[in-house]
């Protein structure tokens, strides 16, 4: 555990800018800054929270100090934010002097962290300040912003609070156990197990929704080679980014990037074509489209119109696409490239595409005509992509962490156990195990129930200042 009585400081601004803020943190710390602050009237460590004062560091800069005293600051401790000139230079001497005055430099998240330990906000929230800051699309903000306010955390308390139910009900049935009635009412028993289950379930699989929010919805982009997969990466890029040429079996390794369509982050993986290759090499990096393919939610099956010549070809080129695919659970689109080269295959296929798999999974697919090379249909691909990924039409709390869907899956699996052995009978104070599991796993998730260990991995992955 770090030291949770050191004065710790960090920059709070990044480079750049004309104002930078170093934050400084702990109990005296304000005493600490009257031997290093000038105010122009007054000192420090007498100043109100939420004041702000004018003042220098004497030889070096000309200051503002803005003053929180605990517990109404971000860390719930007294705090000050002193705002200097951005120079690398005055911040670095700045440091020096909380440093020599006895302060030392925060570790990465450690201000969120003392935020957590003082009950400012429980874990779920304090992961949620990293995400926040991260975000770099409309959908991760919002994602973020809502679980920072709490909403996330209110739906945790809800199941926690039907768990504690329960847990009071079964040791009510305990405690009577002797006189061998059944206390407690089976039927509110299963509801609330029943509901508790469902919530969690809910919540885990969204994670589904909130990890491709956070990582970007994975594109494969797929097809024989030469029909036009890294022409389209580049396009919907709006930037070169894949080697095009008309050798077949150009691109041979995956290529990987991301892009912002509507406030939803996609991640693009242009592929090598697929054939039946003689060199080891591409053979490798077919094996890897195969992979890249099955991960993918939204998969683009790329078939070349002009080299299609019929209709009949069209359709086996398109069968193979879907023999990739699971199409129960990702999505596939074909895609009718090269519709810029005229008409001589327009009766070949119109919007929809009936293939027929080896499994007898027989589909009806859509299909769009583009032309990578001229932008033609792009903007009628983007908004079937932005539909596809089903994030803007998804409401409700979305969990975005592994270790939380991790910990919402063990819950509803602990709880499982409780409604199995419920329904065969098993001895209440048996099932009350299991039930403490539950709400075991359900605490690591908001932080009631942690270790150190757990918190050190959560808050090294911040930046220093947070
Ligand atoms: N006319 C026309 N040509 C296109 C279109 N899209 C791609 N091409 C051309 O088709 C050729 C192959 O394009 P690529 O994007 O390299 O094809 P690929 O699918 O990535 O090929 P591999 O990497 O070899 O699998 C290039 O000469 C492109 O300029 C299009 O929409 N219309
Ligand atoms: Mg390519």
Redesign the pocket.
């Known amino acids: 555990m770090l030291h949770a009585d050191d004065i710790i400081f960090a920059p709070a601004t990044g480079n750049g800018g004309a104002i930078s803020i170093v934050r400084i943190s702990g109990a005296g710390c304000l005493e600490l800054l009257d031997g290093v602050v000038e105010l122009r009237r007054g000192i420090v460590s007498e100043a109100p929270g939420f004041s702000l004062r004018y003042g220098s560091v004497p030889g070096l800069d000309e200051v503002l100090v803005s003053i929180f005293r605990a517990p109404h600051s971000y860390t719930g401790e007294d705090m000050a934010e002193i705002s200097c000139h951005a120079s690398q230079y005055i911040v670095t001497e700045l440091m020096g002097k909380l440093s020599a005055a006895g302060a030392r430099l925060a570790e990465p998240g450690e201000f969120t962290q003392r935020a957590f330990l003082k009950g400012k906000m429980d874990l779920a929230q304090a992961e949620a300040v990293a995400d926040l800051i991260s975000s770099t699309s409309s959908a991760q903000h919002r994602v973020a912003l809502n679980q920072l306010k709490g909403g996330y955390s209110a739906e945790l308390q809800q199941i926690r609070a039907e768990l504690l139910e329960l847990t009071a009900l079964m040791e009510l049935e305990l405690d009577f156990s002797e006189e061998d009635v059944e206390f407690a009412d089976r039927g509110r028993l299963s509801a609330l197990l029943n509901s508790a289950i469902a919530r969690c379930t809910a919540l885990s699989d969204s994670f589904r929704v909130g990890n491709a929010i956070r990582n970007g919805v994975p594109v494969a982009i797929i097809g024989a080679?030469?029909s036009?997969?890294?022409?389209l990466?580049n396009a919907l890029l709006n930037d070169d980014r894949?080697?095009?040429?008309d050798i077949p079996g150009?691109?041979r390794d995956t290529?990987e990037e991301t892009c912002v369509i509507d406030g939803i982050l996609f991640r693009f993986i242009?592929?090598?074509?697929i054939r039946n290759a003689t060199d080891e090499i591409e053979r490798l990096g077919i094996e890897r489209t195969h992979r890249k393919a099955a991960e993918a939610e939204v998969v683009l099956g790329l078939i070349d119109l002009s080299a299609a010549g019929s209709e009949e070809q069209f359709q086996e080129a398109a069968g193979n696409i879907a023999e990739m695919v699971d199409l129960e659970r990702q999505k596939l689109l074909i895609l009718a490239n090269k519709a810029d080269l005229g008409p001589c295959n327009k009766n070949v296929i119109d919007s929809n595409i009936f293939v027929s798999r080896a499994d007898n999974k027989h589909n009806t697919i859509e299909i769009l005509h583009i032309s990578a090379k001229t932008g033609l249909g792009l903007e009628e691909l983007r908004s079937h992509l932005v539909s596809a990924s089903g994030i803007a039409s998804a409401n409700g709390t979305l969990v975005t962490n592994a270790r939380h869907a991790e910990a919402l899956r063990a819950t509803a699996s602990a709880l499982a156990a409780v409604r199995s052995g419920l329904a065969s009978g098993t001895p209440t104070d048996l099932l009350a195990e299991d039930l403490r599991s539950a709400l075991g796993h359900l605490g690591t998730i908001t932080g009631q129930i942690t270790t150190n260990e757990v918190l050190g991995e959560i808050f090294s992955t911040f930046c220093i200042g947070k």
């Open positions: 080679p030469n036009g997969k890294s022409t990466l894949a080697i095009v040429s150009t691109t290529v242009d592929t090598a074509g």
